[in-house]
């Protein structure tokens, strides 16, 4: 097994923008980005958010007990962006998708938790930021993003009924004008 290892850091939105807009993209370059949710744990589970342990112990659970050569991208709680598999490697999230896009993970069950109230707004509102900042650097369309359900080759009703993906990619577009002057192609150094 060739773990790829984590970055394991947190960002403000405004930070994760700064960061993904310093990288480069040589070797891997995703085609889109899938929304994820992580059901388990909920946001009642994680009252503040993901802490360094916890991101800790998610590199030993798909690298010790799945087997998995890497994990998704992002997590993203309703406080931070974190950082796991390099945004510059493929990773591991949804089957028929993990060399084509970035898999972004938001805390939350959002098949029964709110998307749009309390901090489940929140975490949908850093999740708009971060698909905003990497749309932004690798000049993807936002309507290219898709769901992890909608990939054939999982079951999973993931990221769950309460995740509209029209309002949430109405939302990224909304962000890409307000920060980046409404284009999504910048050129990646």
């Not at 974190?82 to 970035?102: A, D, E, R």
Request: with cysteine.
């Amino acid at each position: 097994m060739n773990w790829k290892g984590i970055v394991g850091t947190s960002f403000s939105a405004d930070d994760f923008d700064a960061y993904c807009h310093a990288l480069s993209w040589s070797s891997w370059r995703p085609t889109f980005i899938t929304l994820h949710n992580t059901a388990s744990p909920t946001l009642a589970q994680r009252p503040n958010g993901f802490t360094s342990q916890h991101i800790r112990n998610l590199e030993k659970y798909y690298r010790d007990e799945m087997k998995w050569k890497a994990g998704p991208h992002l997590f993203v709680d309703d406080k931070q962006i974190w950082v796991f598999t390099p945004l510059t490697m493929s990773g591991t999230h949804s089957p028929c998708f993990n060399k084509l896009s970035l898999g972004v993970e938001m805390l939350g069950d959002y098949s029964k938790e709110s998307f749009t109230t309390g901090r489940g707004l929140k975490v949908q509102k850093n999740a708009v930021a971060a698909v905003a900042s990497l749309s932004a650097v690798l000049g993807l369309p936002p309507e290219s993003l898709r769901l992890h359900k909608e990939d054939r080759c999982t079951s999973h009703d993931c990221p769950g009924k309460n995740v509209n993906k029209k309002a949430f990619v109405d939302a990224v577009i909304e962000c890409l004008q307000v920060r980046h002057g409404g284009g999504h192609m910048d050129e990646v150094a």
